[in-house]
């Protein structure tokens, strides 16, 4: 056997070659940035297991989204911290919640940006939990019109796409038949198809104010250890209306975001959780790891795998190292 024929090295042996065979590329159009939006004002708390990332009042809310435009990120998801929870978490579709007003802003301010807000209840509610508990369970159906109620009064604030987190089953046609029966059956639901109960989402909880305060999510949201239930929930969602799909967390799921890929033709969503944020923010720190290098890997990696579209909190960061590339 001669030395081989094919030396892959023959096209890395600079940046220009590198560049032209390279097959992924990120721009800052892929990505979404989530926003957390409570009450006050001139409020600006940075979230400490996210350093980089705070809760904002609605006044901060326009300047923040105008420089996120800027840099050529496309989208906002917003979060609510509400002035106070109860059982049935009302707040969730206060016409001047933090999230209904941080919409109406955004939208009088006429910015290049679509608002996305998370439709889910465990912000608003006082026990933590994504839906109505009865006898210490979570209630599906009755949860449903609560959902739609919500995700209608973003959409009556100007939401362009509602995104629904919550994991209740039939949530999204819920969602699409209220949206329809009321005028707006041009919004978009980018849902939370496959979403996982994954501890990543440890540091959310603090910046949400939203931890379950008994037990967990485990009858609602998915085991991690399950990968066709994956396709399952998406099909489902699909079927039910929705525009946009979603995997969340990212890194621990690669293997569903490829196949969720490969399998349907909606637009694919991941989601790079709290947890996938704070780790590179902690060991970079500590000097134990080169922040920008390992987020742009993290990112570029979450689009090979398929993904069309990432949220992360580091969207603003890697817009504008990718602006620093192009000079
Ligand atoms: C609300 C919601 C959560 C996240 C997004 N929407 C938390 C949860 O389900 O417990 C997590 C986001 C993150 O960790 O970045 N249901």
Known sequence: MPFPIHRPRRLRRNESLRRMVRETSLTPADFILPLFVCAGYGVRREIA??????????DQ?????REIAELGVPAVLLFGLPER??????????ERGPVQEAVRAIKSAALDLIVITDVCLCEYTSHGHCGIVEGGDVVNDSTLDLLAREAL???RAGADIVAPSDMMDGRVQAIRGALDG???????????AAKYCSGFYGPFREAADSAPQFGDRRSYQMDPANGREALKEVAMDIEEGADLVMIKPALAYF????????RFVVPVVAYNVSGEYAMVKAAARNGWLDERRVVMEILTGIKRAGADLIITYHAKDAARWLGDDRK
């Open 61 to 65: 809310v326009v300047g923040e989204c």
């Open 153 to 155: 009064s973003h959409v």
């Open 182 to 192: 009321n005028g707006f059956d041009h919004i978009s639901i980018m849902s939370y």
């Open 85 to 94: 929870k109860d059982e049935q978490g009302s707040q969730a579709s206060a």
């Open 255 to 262: 293997d569903l975001i490829r196949q969720v890929r490969d």
């Open 49 to 58: 297991s996210m350093p980089g990332c705070h809760q904002i009042s609605v």
